[in-house]
């Protein structure tokens, strides 16, 4: 079991360009969230996708992010026209179905900084 | 919406002392309740997580108790050693049952 794996683990952008994060979840497993964590506001719910569709964005902020899930083995979050405030790092969890958000498998995060 | 204040946000302990956590929540609807640790660059490590209806759990020298009439939930960690060294978040979530509202975490120092 490799876990979820997030790639890439560390993303230097400029500040306007874009920035796409690749999340794979466990095999198996239904539900995928993605998680902002920075030094200011902590541990920050952004989404969240079960069998593949989106069920609560609430968390994202209303522009420039958008995340898809195509299939069963990854989901990406997407990140346009990035801003310096953009920097984090952004973590992707998974679990199965019938398991609550109590019990989530995260992966190692990607850290993106934005110039 | 829910609030949840993590106390200490530092914490130094000697080696085999025991290590406290302590998380209190606001909404009184929450049923999930997890301690996740993160080592240093690494993901959010899940240590264990209760749900509403129980109140104490141990596993592999670590205890969890759940207070729901104070809303507060801790984690104690017996007989820490250095490689328990790492940040702690504990982390709760409401009916919805899918959105985790985590504590500000606390860094563990076990000196050996």
């Known amino acids: 079991n490799a876990g979820v794996i997030q790639t890439p683990r560390h993303k230097v952008t400029g500040k306007g360009q874009e920035a796409t994060l690749w999340c794979e979840p466990i095999s198996g497993h239904s539900a995928v969230f993605w998680y902002r964590q920075t030094i200011v506001q902590g541990l920050e719910f952004l989404t969240y996708f079960r069998n593949q569709a989106p069920i609560d964005d609430s968390g994202m902020p209303k522009e420039r992010f958008s995340a898809q899930m195509p299939n069963q083995s990854h989901s990406t979050l997407k990140i346009q026209s990035t801003q310096p405030q953009d920097s984090a790092v952004y973590l992707c969890?998974?679990?199965?179905?019938?398991?609550?958000?109590?019990?989530?498998?995260f992966g190692s995060g990607t850290r993106l900084t934005v110039l | 919406g829910e609030q949840v204040e993590q106390r200490p946000p530092h914490l130094s302990v000697r080696e085999g002392d025991s290590a406290i956590i302590i998380c209190t929540y606001t909404?009184?609807?929450?049923?999930?309740f997890s301690w996740y640790k993160q080592e240093a660059g690494a993901g959010l490590q899940l240590l264990m997580s209760v749900l509403s209806n129980v109140d104490r759990k141990e596993e592999q020298g670590l205890t969890v108790l759940l207070n729901k009439k104070d809303k507060r939930l801790s984690l104690n960690l017996t007989a820490a050693h250095p490689g328990d060294s790492a940040v702690y978040f504990c982390a709760v979530s409401a009916n919805m049952g899918y959105k985790l509202t985590f504590g500000t975490g606390t860094s563990l120092l076990v000196d050996p």
């Open positions: 909404d009184s609807a929450t049923a999930y």
């Open positions: 969890a998974s679990n199965r179905l019938g398991e609550g958000a109590e019990t989530l498998y």
